[in-house]
T-cell receptor
Framework: AQKVTQAQTEISVVEKEDVTLDCVYE???????LFWYKQPPSGELVFLIR??????QNEISGRYSWNFQKSTSSFNFTITASQVVDSAVYFC?????????????FGKGTHLIIQP | DAGITQSPRHKVTETGTPVTLRCHQT?????MYWYRQDPGHGLRLIHY???????DKGEVSDGYSVSRSKTEDFLLTLESATSSQTSVYFC?????????????FGPGTRLTVT
């Protein structure tokens, strides 16, 4: 069975601080995909990034960066110079391949609070 | 904008009544999904569809059924709603049809079963 663990239930930082959200996954598949989604207070789910298991290069997009380490089964997300607008719940997800079901397995989410 | 709408956006219903939620897409994507979101659980897959009249169960399918008679519409039915089905329901589409690619979500339906 696949599993995604986001051990940090809630993180609170002051604006402009850097913050890292942890994601640890379990899968028996050799080919898999990892995702991060953002859910702002308005409730919609916003896709942020997809990473496949063969690509361990880190990715940077503006203030966002992602660190994928297969050796530790982790896919961590860092926000540099956080802003109040970054306040949201962030979900890490893993592609689901058990029995042919094509869905995503989500972690329970990390609630990020950026204080002004 | 993935062109996904959900209706209704909010619904309150009584235990034992049937409820149908609708997901509509405008992009003609083949794959569609229904998830539920509950505090402390993240999102969990209920059912998915890989084409008209082709559906399959997800992780938490008990008490739910789905139908897809047209590419653009994916319906989720609670045959006899229970309080444990109080949740926020999200529909999603996958542009390429496989879980290797990102899924895009609708705005969600908040369902309360009293």
């Amino acid at each position: 069975a696949q599993k995604v663990t986001q051990a940090q239930t809630e993180i609170s930082v002051v604006e402009k601080e850097d913050v890292t959200l942890d994601c640890v996954y379990e899968t028996r598949d050799t080919t898999y995909y990892l995702f991060w989604y953002k859910q702002p207070p308005s409730g919609e789910l916003v896709f942020l990034i997809r990473r496949n298991s063969f690509d361990e290069q880190n990715e940077i997009s503006g203030r966002y960066s992602w660190n994928f380490q297969k050796s530790t089964s982790s896919f961590n997300f860092t926000i540099t110079a956080s802003q109040v607008v970054d306040s949201a719940v962030y979900f890490c997800a893993l592609s689901y391949s058990g029995g042919g079901a094509d869905g995503l397995t989500f972690g329970k989410g990390t609630h990020l609070i950026i204080q002004p | 904008d993935a062109g996904i709408t959900q209706s209704p956006r909010h619904k309150v219903t009584e235990t034992g009544t049937p409820v149908t939620l609708r997901c509509h897409q405008t992009e003609n994507h083949r794959y569609m999904y229904w998830y539920r979101q509950d505090p402390g659980h993240g999102l969990r897959l209920i059912h998915y569809s890989y084409g008209v009249k082709d559906t399959d169960k997800g992780e938490v399918s008990d008490g739910y059924s789905v139908s897809r008679s047209k590419t653009e519409d994916f319906l989720l039915t609670l045959e006899s709603a229970t309080s444990s089905q109080t949740s926020v329901y999200f529909c999603a589409i996958s542009p390429t049809g496989r879980a290797s690619y990102e899924q895009y979500f609708g705005p969600g339906t908040r369902l309360t079963v009293t």
